[in-house]
């Protein structure tokens, strides 16, 4: 069965620090997908990137990275030049394609705070 | 695009009664998905639907819950009848099947419902 984890629970920074948020998965399927979404304080879940297990590249979009290595089952997060605004819940979550299911496994969630 | 609308936002309900929860999914999204969170258990799957047919039912935490979706553009959960312990937020997400493999799920704002 699939598993999501993220270790830490609560991460508190300065602005202006950079942080990473760290996803381990555990997963027999072979195609997978992986994703990362923000809940912020008003309670949404805002979508923020998918990766598929044959894309090992990493990402960059502006202030935030991706790096995905198979070869220890991570997905880790990190945040550059950190915002107040980031302060939020960070959920990695995982979807199997060889089982077809499409469904989203959640971990528990990593809570950020960002002090000015 | 108006994204997933869920209705109402906010429920408060004595236990033993009936509760109704709505949700639009994104036009033209084949996936919906039902999801709850709590504090103790976090982001959980109720059950999800494909072209409105039920695929997975496993996470409906037993016979007083009931999911329908009549229609591609509407979908209920249904509570009857109501206990104190199904307080939480539920979350209603949709998702588009395509050559890209498991997409990325676009959620509402979600329901809080509080029984008391």
């Known amino acids: 069965a699939q598993k999501v984890t993220q270790a830490q629970t609560e991460i508190s920074v300065v602005e202006k620090e950079d942080v990473t948020l760290d996803c381990v998965y555990e997963?027999?399927?072979?195609?997978?997908?992986l994703f990362w979404y923000k809940q912020p304080p008003s309670g949404e879940l805002v979508f923020l990137i998918r990766?598929?297990?044959?894309?090992?590249q990493n990402e960059i979009s502006g202030r935030y990275s991706w790096n995905f290595q198979k070869s220890t089952s991570s997905f880790n997060f990190t945040i550059t030049a950190s915002q107040v605004v980031d302060s939020a819940v960070y959920f990695c979550?995982?979807?199997?394609?060889?089982?077809?299911?499409?469904?989203?496994?959640f971990g528990s969630g990593t809570r950020l705070q960002v002090q000015p | 695009d108006a994204g997933v609308i869920q209705s109402p936002r906010h429920e408060v309900t004595e236990m033993g009664q009936e509760v109704t929860l709505r949700c639009k999914p994104i036009?033209?999204?084949?996936?919906l998905f039902w999801y709850r969170q709590t504090m103790m258990r976090g982001l959980e799957l109720l059950i999800y639907?494909?072209?409105?047919?039920?695929?997975?039912d496993s996470g409906m935490p037993e016979d007083r819950f009931s999911a329908k979706m009549p229609n591609a553009s509407f979908s209920t959960l249904k509570i009857q009848p109501s206990e104190p312990r199904d307080s939480a937020v539920y979350f209603c997400?949709?998702?588009?099947?395509?050559?890209?493999?498991?997409?990325?799920?676009?959620f509402g704002q979600g329901t809080r419902l509080t029984v008391v």
């Open positions: 997400a949709s998702s588009l099947s395509g050559a890209r493999g498991n997409t990325e799920a676009f």
């Open positions: 997963t027999r399927d072979t195609t997978y997908y």
């Open positions: 990766r598929n297990s044959f894309d090992e």
């Open positions: 979550a995982l979807s199997e394609a060889g089982t077809g299911r499409r469904a989203l496994t």
């Open positions: 036009s033209g999204h084949d996936y």
């Open positions: 639907f494909n072209n409105n047919v039920p695929i997975d």
